[in-house]
């Protein structure tokens, strides 16, 4: 059975935190964003209109090989963001905004659209939901110099396009955690809940097989009767056919 979770949401939101923190604590190898790797990217923070499409097709690039190595790996895996916020969120964005152009917006949808035809989609989507001040403040608190001058605005776009994003998203089941009232940073027993509640009620079926060593690092039992996360929206069936 091939294991594969993937963690989306908007800049700031946490999903780096979260792959990290549930690939220790589920025995998982996580995937991270190639952020610190793409050559555009503080070029795009100041000139968004000229390096867009520079930018957004290094990172569907940098999905392309992350999708194969994941493809090949036999461990379970947790990735963070997947191919699909990369165009349905941030280079629509772009282009809405006017910040891609016409001819170079068809040309990326229509890489983009060939590798949604071949790779397959994860087992699952983790959606981390969070209102543009939580953004906000967890931006500024983890102080990378090109997102100082990121606007409000800009992050309020892209929250409500991966709010009707996640509504048609129909490939993968999704997981949908408030951001802003689950700290899974501060809070041990937030991470505690996600986790569990992976495990019993999200896809038992994946760590029937777990390592003793993980089972034994985590401690002690979680119930099988998981109480419900508040404000958690659980999808077990794709939102549209």
């Excluded at 097709?57 to 194969?68: A, P």
């Excluded at 951001?179 to 038992?204: C, G, T």
Aim: with cysteine.
């Amino acid at each position: 059975m091939r294991r594969f979770i993937a963690v989306a949401g908007n800049m700031g939101v946490g999903k780096s935190t979260l792959t990290g923190l549930l690939a220790q604590k589920l025995g998982w190898k996580p995937y991270y964003e190639a952020v610190a790797d793409n050559p555009y990217l503080a070029d795009f923070y100041k000139d968004m209109k000229r390096w867009s499409f520079h930018s957004q097709v290094f990172f569907l690039s940098r999905r392309l090989y992350d999708s194969l190595r994941i493809l090949k790996d036999p461990e379970p895996v947790i990735q963070d963001r997947c191919m699909y916020e990369d165009a349905e969120i941030f280079a629509r964005n772009l282009y809405l905004q006017g910040h891609m152009q016409e001819k170079d917006w068809h040309t990326y949808w229509e890489l983009y659209e060939l590798m949604r035809e071949l790779v397959p989609a994860p087992e699952l989507i983790i959606y981390l939901r969070a209102s543009v001040p939580t953004l906000l403040e967890r931006i500024n608190h983890r102080g990378r110099d090109y997102e100082q001058g990121v606007s409000v605005d800009y992050l309020e776009q892209l929250n409500h396009l991966y709010e009707d994003w996640v509504e048609g998203f129909s490939l993968c089941p999704t997981l949908i955690i408030p951001a802003d009232e689950l700290d899974f940073v501060k809070h041990e027993a937030h991470l505690e809940q996600i986790a569990a509640w992976l495990s019993y009620k999200a896809l038992p079926e994946f760590f029937k097989t777990r390592p003793a060593s993980v089972r034994r690092r985590r401690g002690r039992k979680v119930p099988k009767a998981q109480p419900p996360l508040p404000g958690v929206e659980w999808r077990l069936q794709p939102a549209r056919k």
